[in-house]
């Protein structure tokens, strides 16, 4: 798949980007090849967004907006650059539907109902349409054995509208042990059916980060994943046809789904919480939906907000045995030979990428995918480069993966705790509340003038899964190896 979010065909809802584009480069006075270098993209790239063939993805429209900005542009232009890009996704999806599904619609007998999400029965049985109502297909289950047993055990003792709370940082497996819970608690019977939406926005596919397009019907035409998205989602589920009228009261929607949350068994599962318009409204209506029914609400979130109540099961990275047996299921199916020989070589590279990786799956994934194209050394190396050396921009195979771990968790974060987060990596093991104490006074030296809580920091560290609280009584504190590297590269410096 490409960086772009759209096929390389001429399409009239990209051409006020394409404009739009060119008007603000040549007022900054920037050449074509000069974006693509200070973007990181190559020319034919930037060629085709000003001809009117493309649109940038989230991240690669950032970039843009970066180089343009150091050419002296207003922000309220470039702030117009972003909107005019978003108006033509959106033009150019709805155009997709009115000339697909919607003329299919157009001459059957079905009845129509206001709104484009009427359309939305209709697209989930479309074959060209993302996965509905089930994540990805996760060919095998690694290393969560435990805290699944444990979560089923809750699933059958749990008291009506128990909630639970998945949390982890970006790519740890979250959805994975959530899809496994699912599967499970069908198969025990606990449940009926379970219904899947998920707010995902990005995904890193082979080190690339690339935008979802219409990962469920909460998104495909609410964009902003609002509340009233997801409740149309879920009324595609239940088939209620009648619910998909924008002219209904979601206080009229609330009460319908409340009924058929109670007329059958099923575990709700609401992926990436964090990224949708209101977390805090879409979990407070969503518990009280489930209120008194048969029904069970799982939350995925990269982030614990205060307000989340309900069980709470926070993903580590793999142990070492479980990550060796990843990394060889990992070799087999990218088909890399190097890892898949049982040799002393084969054994010393599994031990070296765990090291590296601390065992993430999808830092681990990833550089098994590399190994097809560059050494081991090379890879691992890259991991931990300093991106503030100019001289290695050019190959950075792990840019795509600390942003899509890191990049949204880092920027919610005040400056406090970023640097408090940053004195903390230099330890390079776990720290105890002394130490902790001595780091957040230096911190404090550093920024004249703030206000501190050490608590608060240490709070919001946590919460973001950035920090590691371990101990009962006597807590130590420690940062994931993963975590270490992506500072150590300085790459957060090029997100401000």
């Given at each position: 798949?490409?960086?772009?979010?759209?096929?390389?065909?001429?399409?009239?809802?990209?051409?006020?980007?394409?404009f739009k584009l060119r008007e603000l480069r040549e007022m900054a006075g920037i050449t074509q090849q000069k974006l693509a270098d200070e973007a990181f993209y190559s020319l034919p790239y930037i060629t085709k967004m000003e001809q009117g063939l493309r649109l940038p993805s989230r991240d690669t429209l950032d970039s843009i907006i970066k180089v343009l900005r150091k050419g002296g542009l207003e922000?309220?232009?470039?702030?117009?650059?972003?909107?005019?890009?978003?108006?033509?996704?959106?033009?150019?999806?709805?155009?997709?539907?009115?000339?697909?599904?919607?003329?299919?619609?157009?001459?059957?007998?079905k009845p129509h109902y206001p709104g484009d999400t009427a359309l939305q029965l209709e697209l989930k049985n479309d074959p060209s349409i993302a996965s509905w109502g089930s994540p990805k297909n996760y060919s095998q289950f690694f290393g969560r054995d435990k805290a699944l047993v444990e979560i089923l055990q809750v699933?059958?003792?749990?008291?009506?509208?128990?909630?639970?709370?998945?949390?982890?940082?970006?790519?740890?497996?979250?959805?994975?042990?959530?899809?496994?819970?699912?599967?499970?608690?069908?198969?025990?019977?606990?449940?009926?059916?379970?219904?899947?939406?998920?707010?995902?926005?990005?995904?890193?596919?082979?080190?690339?980060i690339e935008q979802v397009s219409n990962p469920s019907a909460w998104s495909i035409f609410t964009p902003e994943l609002s509340f009233k998205g997801l409740l149309?989602?879920?009324?595609?589920?239940f088939s209620r046809r009648d619910l998909l009228d924008d002219n209904i009261p979601i206080s009229l929607k609330l009460r319908e789904l409340n009924t058929e949350f109670q007329k059958n068994r099923v575990l709700l599962i609401i992926d990436n919480l964090e990224n949708c318009n209101d977390p805090r409204l879409v979990f407070t209506y969503l518990t009280r939906i489930l209120k008194q029914s048969n029904s069970l609400l799982v939350i995925i979130s990269r982030i614990i907000f205060d307000y989340l109540e309900g069980y709470p099961v926070k993903l580590d990275p793999l142990d070492p045995a479980v990550a060796k047996d990843f990394l060889i299921h990992q070799a087999k199916i990218q088909n890399v030979n190097a890892l898949n020989i049982e040799s002393k070589f084969q054994?010393?590279?599994?031990?070296?990428?765990?090291?590296?990786?601390?065992?993430?799956?999808?830092?681990?994934?990833?550089?098994?995918?590399?190994?097809?194209?560059?050494?081991?050394p090379f890879i691992l190396e890259n991991?931990?480069?300093?991106?503030?050396?100019?001289?290695?921009?050019?190959?950075?195979?792990?840019?795509?993966?600390?942003?899509?771990?890191?990049?949204?968790?880092?920027?919610?974060?005040?400056?406090?705790?970023?640097k408090l987060l940053t004195e903390i990596s230099q330890h390079h093991k776990e720290i105890d509340e002394n130490e902790l104490l001595n780091l957040f006074e230096?911190?404090?030296?550093?920024?004249?003038?703030?206000a501190f809580d050490l608590w608060v920091a240490v709070k919001e560290l946590v919460q973001a899964g950035m920090l590691d609280v371990v101990g009962d009584l006597h807590k130590n504190y420690k940062l994931q190896p993963l975590t270490i590297k992506f500072l150590n590269t300085e790459l957060s410096k090029q997100w401000i």
């Open positions: 798949m490409s960086d772009f979010s759209e096929k390389s065909q001429k399409n009239s809802a990209y051409q006020p980007f394409a922000e309220t232009s470039l702030k117009e650059l972003e909107q005019i890009c978003q108006n033509g996704k959106n033009q150019s999806r709805r155009s997709k539907v009115d000339s697909g599904v919607g003329s299919a619609l157009a001459n059957s007998a699933l059958q003792q749990s008291e009506l509208g128990k909630t639970i709370i998945i949390a982890g940082l970006g790519g740890i497996g979250k959805t994975a042990f959530a899809h496994e819970i699912a599967l499970k608690a069908i198969e025990l019977k606990i449940f009926d059916h379970f219904i899947y939406e998920s707010a995902q926005t990005v995904l890193l596919n082979n080190g690339k149309d989602g879920m009324a595609c589920h054994e010393q590279a599994l031990d070296k990428i765990i090291e590296a990786t601390g065992g993430h799956p999808l830092a681990m994934q990833l550089v098994v995918y590399q190994l097809k194209f560059f050494s081991l991991l931990q480069i300093n991106y503030s050396q100019k001289a290695l921009l050019n190959y950075r195979l792990a840019e795509g993966l600390y942003t899509y771990i890191y990049k949204e968790v880092w920027n919610r974060l005040g400056t406090v705790p970023k230096a911190v404090s030296v550093l920024l004249p003038g703030q």
